[in-house]
């Protein structure tokens, strides 16, 4: 099964992509159309969607190689509003960085077609240059200029502004990203978090329609990139700031991000929300890229007006309507199915008659990830407490604990 996504408003193709009933999770907002209305909640004027900001629609780039032609993208198609931080998340190779290039104007596309704030950037010949198009970029290497110091680099593009203008931009700038002491240094004289950071405020300064940012966190340690993560997205919404960033790190998207698309082979296989994502992917290539978890094989029964999955470690209810819709979609004339269990979806218990045996443990500070083979041989992952410090080898007793059930298509291969 594959589902790309389609030109148009956030979240108007992908949205009923594992079933047309399928709701919205708790807590996550409707998602419609930018020509359409939400249903005012209190009897007041509805509110009408803003438009988007960055529309992308049917691109497809081709780069020449010794080998002949190669197709880098496939009809790539998603849309930001303005404030959203959106991502493409994918593996090496997928294409992602090459869109980030093209939005930029640094690649032109075959075809397809690129909006930014209602203005088109591609036609052809007259395609807009890339410094005309009001872009602002964070490359993977932070690419500061070593000659300048901090405020020459931050004040480096907005030298059409007054000097009291220009000063006082850089100073709010390098407030915001924490860093009001260190105008006079140079780039070698800060560590890679400042430099990032100065990286940061120098694409803010001229206040860009849109921020692309390029792994940004790379070059970073895991714990300053996690703190970073979380303080560009509150920067970002406190400039009021369109940003689209390209990763191959799935913890990264979801701290930064409001829209994720994962993307393999030049095309995006989803784009929603992280919690969407994560909890109701709509291909197994999805479900296997983001997050862990495992597939185990099932048969969907009914009974008694009630749905539910049969597996080896017990059965499976199925409550919500949405899931009920996906696992008669999926099922064979034989009821058969795949279901996602998730590290989250199984717990620990020691009165259930289930036992599975530890073949595998992770430490991860408050948490075990234990893996566990059933009787059958068919291997789960489990997030226990890490007071619960079981030994390798010892039978366990675990059940199910999963708020909705996902399934897939036997015949799903995969792919995202």
Avoid at 86 to 94: A, E, I, K, Q
Avoid at 303 to 308: A, E, F, P
Avoid at 397 to 413: I, K, M, N, P
Wanted: charged residues 25%; aromatic residues 4%; hydrophobic residues 40%.
């Amino acid at each position: 099964m594959r589902i790309d996504a389609a030109p148009g408003p956030v979240g108007s193709s992908h949205d009923d992509a594992r079933g047309p009933d399928s709701p919205h999770p708790v807590g996550e907002p409707d998602v419609v159309a930018a020509d359409r209305v939400l249903p005012g909640g209190n009897g007041q004027t509805p509110d009408r969607v803003l438009e988007p900001m960055l529309s992308v629609a049917g691109l497809r780039v081709v780069i020449d190689t010794p080998q002949g032609a190669l197709e880098v993208l496939d009809d790539l198609s998603f849309t930001l509003r303005k404030g959203e931080i959106g991502c493409l998340l994918g593996p090496s190779g997928c294409g992602k960085t090459t869109a980030l290039r093209t939005i930029a104007g640094f690649t032109q596309p075959a075809a397809g077609e690129i909006l930014l704030a209602g203005r088109r950037l591609t036609t052809g010949r007259d395609a807009v240059a890339a410094e005309k198009r009001g872009v602002g970029i964070v490359f993977q290497d932070f690419a500061l200029f070593p000659h300048l110091s901090v405020t020459d680099n931050v004040a480096f593009g907005l030298h059409k502004r007054t000097r009291s203008e220009r000063d006082a931009r850089v100073r709010h700038l390098l407030e915001l990203v924490g860093l009001p002491d260190i105008g006079r240094r140079f780039p070698h004289e800060l560590s890679g978090g400042q430099q990032q950071r100065v990286a940061l405020a120098r694409a803010l300064a001229p206040s860009p329609s849109l921020l692309l940012l390029d792994e940004p966190f790379s070059n970073l340690d895991p714990d300053l990139r996690e703190r970073l993560a979380m303080d560009l997205r509150e920067l970002l919404r406190k400039e009021k700031t369109t940003a689209l960033l390209v990763t191959h790190d799935q913890y990264e998207a979801f701290a930064l991000a409001d829209r994720v698309g994962v993307m393999q082979a030049g095309r995006i296989a989803q784009w929603d929300t992280p919690y969407r994502l994560y909890h109701q992917p709509a291909t197994r290539g999805v479900a296997d890229f983001v997050g862990l978890g495992v597939f185990l094989p099932g048969r969907l029964i009914h009974r008694d007006g009630l749905s539910s999955v049969e597996l080896e470690l017990g059965t499976l209810p199925i409550s919500a309507r949405g899931d009920q819709a996906l696992a008669g979609a999926s099922a064979d004339l034989r009821g058969e199915v795949v279901v996602l269990l998730r590290p989250d979806d199984i717990v620990h218990d020691p009165s259930s008659p289930m036992r599975a045996v530890i073949i595998r443990k992770a430490f991860r500070g408050a948490q075990f990830l234990y893996t566990l083979r059933l009787p059958s041989g068919t291997e789960l992952l489990a997030l226990v407490p890490s007071h619960h410090d079981h030994a390798i080898g010892e039978a366990i007793g675990v059940r199910f604990a999963a708020d909705h059930v996902v399934t897939f298509s036997r015949s799903d291969d995969g792919d995202c």
